[in-house]
């Protein structure tokens, strides 16, 4: 058996696998699906988040810049009325996530690869036995997945979805769409990288065909866009209460998604799931100084989560007004875009690095 094992072979199960490879560690990664890059259901899929490229590269000691791309157009659509955003002004970036060669999965797959990480595909742990006759100080990455939240006893919501895909020209990409509607009490996006355009809509609660179609149609008026074949799903989020991200469970090390390394407001988790990776490692044989790191990663985790089940409470037409007001000043304020960086887990790692 290899000396460290780590489950997941998501964003922050490669990271933590190259951190403990790089120490000079034997690291086995078990892997449910044939291949990285998740679910087939979720993914490949254009995706953004805010990153501080350098500052990224100093805390992890991986430089990501080839693995993402700059934002051409990114917009929000409030009940109708379209406004510009500055992507610029929250450092954000475009990812690909999935299998194919240009998503951040594979980028990262190769660079564990080059650092002698081996990988056991087809893999799956998903019972609490399994996870209980794994060695102590295992790393579980299981992402969003049901089992791994069941088997650990983490607490979680059950968020609802719709997705669609197509293939697009990639002159036409790098774009992001945030719409905000009466057909979804949480938001929904379109986005596009690499030649893929993608739509998402989904809530924290039961989602009908009814709201996909008022989404479809806001997509058509706003952007002319059409996607022909939807597929829906459910998974957990880690949202079901403030005190949800953790580090440890019994004797194992989380990370990602089940270590509850996401904003909770609108459930951005990439920059999270990379960071968390990090801190994985340090757990291995720092568990002090990992949580310390840990506890940074996530300090704004309890005010993302009160402010959104304080929006959620709210009807449609006091959120609209609200957010008509807040994003048309939103991104003019550094003062603003300076809070909008630092909700991200794990932005405040990278900066102090």
């Given at each position: 058996m290899a000396e460290n094992i780590v489950v997941g072979a998501g964003l922050s199960g490669l990271v933590a696998a190259v951190n403990l490879a790089r120490e000079g560690r034997e690291v086995?990664?078990?892997?449910?699906?044939?291949?990285?890059?998740?679910?087939?259901?979720?993914?490949?899929?254009?995706?953004?988040?805010?990153?501080?490229?350098?500052?990224?590269?100093?805390?992890?000691?991986?430089?990501?810049?080839?693995?993402?791309?700059?934002?051409?157009?990114?917009?929000?659509?409030?009940?109708?009325?379209?406004?510009?955003?500055?992507?610029?002004?929250?450092?954000?970036?475009?990812?690909?996530?999935?299998?194919?060669?240009?998503?951040?999965?594979?980028?990262?797959?190769?660079?564990?690869?080059a650092e002698g990480v081996k990988f056991e595909f087809g893999h799956p742990v998903t019972s609490s036995h399994d996870f209980a006759v794994l060695p102590p100080d295992t790393i579980i990455s299981t992402g969003l997945y049901f089992e791994g939240f069941d088997a650990l006893n983490v607490p979680y919501l059950t968020s609802f979805h719709f997705v669609a895909r197509k293939t697009i020209d990639e002159t036409e990409g790098n774009h992001v769409t945030i719409y905000h509607g009466g057909f979804t009490r949480d938001y929904s996006y379109t986005s596009s990288v690499n030649g893929i355009a993608f739509a998402h809509v989904f809530q924290r609660s039961p989602l009908g065909r009814g709201a996909l179609e008022a989404f479809k149609e806001q997509v058509f008026i706003s952007e002319g866009l059409e996607f022909e074949s939807w597929e829906h799903f459910t998974f957990p989020v880690p949202a079901a209460s403030a005190k949800n991200p953790r580090l440890f469970a019994g004797n194992k090390i989380l990370a990602g998604t089940l270590a509850g390394c996401m904003e909770s407001?609108?459930?951005?988790?990439?920059?999270?799931?990379?960071?968390?990776?990090?801190?994985?490692?340090?757990?291995?044989?720092?568990?002090?100084?990992?949580?310390?790191?840990f506890e940074l990663a996530t300090a704004r985790?309890?005010?993302?989560?009160?402010?959104?089940?304080?929006?959620?409470?709210?009807?449609?037409?006091?959120?609209?007004?609200?957010?008509?007001?807040?994003?048309?000043?939103?991104?003019?304020?550094?003062?603003?875009?300076?809070?909008?960086r630092e909700s991200m887990p794990g932005w405040l790692n990278c900066k102090r690095a």
């Open positions: 086995l990664v078990l892997e449910k699906e044939n291949r990285v890059g998740g679910s087939p259901l979720y993914h490949p899929s254009p995706e953004w988040t805010p990153v501080d490229l350098a500052a990224f590269s100093r805390y992890e000691g991986i430089d990501i810049s080839s693995a993402v791309a700059p934002f051409k157009t990114g917009r929000v659509v409030v009940y109708g009325e379209m406004i510009p955003i500055d992507m610029d002004a929250i450092s954000s970036y475009m990812i690909e996530r999935g299998p194919r060669k240009s998503s951040l999965d594979t980028y990262l797959y190769e660079l564990a690869l407001y609108m459930f951005f988790g990439m920059l999270g799931a990379l960071v968390s990776g990090k801190i994985a490692a340090i757990a291995v044989s720092d568990k002090a100084r990992a949580l310390e790191e985790f309890r005010a993302a989560y009160v402010l959104r089940r304080t929006a959620n409470m709210l009807p449609h037409a006091v959120q609209r007004h609200a957010l008509q007001f807040a994003l048309g000043r939103a991104f003019d304020s550094p003062s603003v875009a300076k809070t909008v």
